[in-house]
Nanobody, 124 residues
Framework: QVQLVESGGGLVQAGGSLRLSCSVS????????MGWLRQVPGKEREFVAY????????VYTDSVKGRFTISRDNAMNSVYLKMNSLKPEDTAVYYC?????????????????WGQGTQVTVSS
């Protein structure tokens, strides 16, 4: 059974930083793309970032480019999202997700497994 467990969310002031972590078990982690997505109540879940199975150049949604960094540690079966210069509009529940294959996508339906989510709240 594949399990994804996120951690690292919390409350931070605008301009601050947080680092989200996601630990993956039950799957050959290094063979699959990993992504981070987020959701605000009443809105659809949206793509934030993904990293392909071999790394390479990650992809980010425009609103977080230059502020967020996705990284992975295949030895630790973990993926991370470092968030700098946080803004109130970054407030959301953040989900770690494992792709269906080795290459990531911005499409929500391309992700096969999801974590439970971690709340990030940015105060102004």
């Amino acid at each position: 059974q594949v399990q994804l467990v996120e951690s690292g969310g919390g409350l931070v002031q605008a301009g601050g930083s947080l680092r989200l972590s996601c630990s993956v078990s039950g799957r050959t982690f290094r063979s699959y793309a990993m992504g981070w997505l987020r959701q605000v109540p009443g809105k659809e879940r949206e793509f934030v970032a993904y990293d392909n199975w071999r790394g390479g150049i990650p992809v980010y949604t425009d609103s977080v480019k230059g502020r967020f960094t996705i990284s992975r540690d295949n030895a630790m079966n973990s993926v991370y999202l470092k968030m700098n210069s946080l803004k109130p509009e970054d407030t959301a529940v953040y989900y770690c997700a494992a792709g269906k294959g080795p290459y990531g996508s911005t499409a929500i339906l391309s992700y096969a497994y999801w974590g439970q989510g971690t709340q990030v709240t940015v105060s102004s």
